[in-house]
């Protein structure tokens, strides 16, 4: 390819990606320090915890990736067994999977409001599922999920929760799903967490959102090109040590362990994570949360003034508003849904990046009714 090809793709994207307000993506990374591995085939084939014969890999800073995350996460690495994966999708594909291992005859039960990817995991593992009906907020709907659990307390339930649901940024919560397992005398469950968005965000919201090891999960899924931010897809995946253990099996030729859902996997994204966190951190994402939570504060109550009827779950990043205009939404790379459309707050968007939106939506409502715009 010519260079100047390259030159013109590489601004089409620059410019596409300063312009998204409504997709979880933090925009404020700069990773091009490591461009000299990009002459080098990082490979993390197999297990992270057992090298293999294949040796150009990361999988010592993958390890280092994986315990922060696990501290973050309320375990440790002796507890919980984990790797960097693609993103958020393959490791609920991977939650699910080693769920099924554990309860063959299980029912897995998702609210509406799940990732549309879930479906379709469910669907790849042939595991039986019902769909629960969500409250307006996004929230599972507690009451359906009871009536859905009272006729099927002779099945192992698999319960895959939404850590921040993807249009409307809501928790489903982990209390309720405990006090209708221990109503209904259910012996055989796991729970997963689908924490795409919030994995790295709710570790520091006060109060606290109950999601991780503490409470007792089994597994949880966080995307890492999300709230963390990167130049590649990624994430990481945790579960507990014995539901991967009931999986592994090992393969003489690569020599390692095949206890992922791929064979190769990505050297680099390992060592993206591993610099984000050396750089910033605990302290660091806790600030980022508070930076964060300051611009959504201040988008909602933006809107607001202009006569949007904008609103957030406690504590969330996405702004919820009655669905836009196709040219906004367009124009603003906003995410939409039946009825609404959102804006994610997340690092690297200005407050300037608002104030452009708000400038649009306020021309529309001059076009469209003058005489309601003061
Ligand atoms: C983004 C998202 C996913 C998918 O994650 P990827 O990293 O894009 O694979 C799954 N669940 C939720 C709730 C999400 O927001």
Redesign the pocket.
């Known amino acids: 390819m010519k260079s100047e090809n390259i030159q013109k793709i590489y601004q089409r994207l620059q410019e596409r990606s300063d312009n998204v307000l409504g997709y979880?993506l933090a925009r404020d990374f700069s990773y091009s320090e490591f461009a000299p591995f990009l002459d080098i085939c990082v490979n993390n084939v197999g297990d992270p915890e057992n090298l293999s014969t294949l040796a150009i890999d990361t999988k010592d800073i993958e390890m280092e990736c994986v315990n922060f995350f696990a501290n973050m996460l309320s375990t440790s690495t002796k507890e919980a067994w984990g790797y960097v994966t693609n993103?958020?999708?393959?490791g609920?594909l991977y939650g699910l999977y080693v769920a099924r291992e554990s309860f063959p005859n299980a029912m897995v039960y998702y609210s509406e409001s799940t990732?549309y990817?879930v479906k379709k995991n469910l669907h790849l593992l042939n595991i039986p599922n019902i769909v629960i009906r969500s409250q307006d907020n996004g929230e599972m709907d507690y009451e359906d999920l009871e009536q859905t659990i009272m006729l099927r307390r002779d099945k192992p339930a698999i319960f895959f929760l939404?850590i921040?649901?993807?249009m409307t940024e809501a928790i489903d919560k982990v209390d309720e799903i405990k006090r209708i397992i221990k109503k209904y005398a259910i012996k055989d469950y796991y729970i997963h967490c689908?924490a795409?968005?919030l994995g790295t965000v709710a570790p520091f919201l006060q109060p606290k959102p109950k999601f991780d090891f503490a409470e007792g999960v089994d597994s949880i899924s966080v995307?890492g090109?999300?709230f963390i931010g990167g130049p590649i897809?990624c994430?990481i995946v945790l579960v507990k040590r014995k539901h991967r253990d009931r999986i592994a099996n090992s393969i003489s030729y690569v020599g390692t362990m095949d206890t992922t859902i791929t064979g190769s996997r990505n050297g680099l994204t390992p060592l993206f994570i591993w610099s984000f966190i050396q750089k910033h951190g605990l302290e660091g994402l806790r600030k980022r949360v508070e930076m964060a939570l300051d611009l959504a504060a201040y988008t909602e109550k933006e809107l607001q003034k202009i006569g949007i009827k904008a609103w957030r779950n406690p504590n969330a990043l996405t702004v919820v508003m009655p669905k836009l205009s196709e040219a906004l939404r367009v124009k603003h790379q906003l995410a939409s849904e039946e009825t609404i459309s959102h804006v994610i707050c997340t690092p690297g968007i200005s407050k300037e990046k608002i104030d452009r939106l708000l400038i649009d939506i306020k021309k529309e409502q001059e076009v469209n009714n003058p005489l309601l715009v003061a």
């Open positions: 979880p993103g958020g999708t393959e609920n990732h990817s939404n921040g649901t993807t689908d795409a968005f995307s090109h999300k897809p994430g």
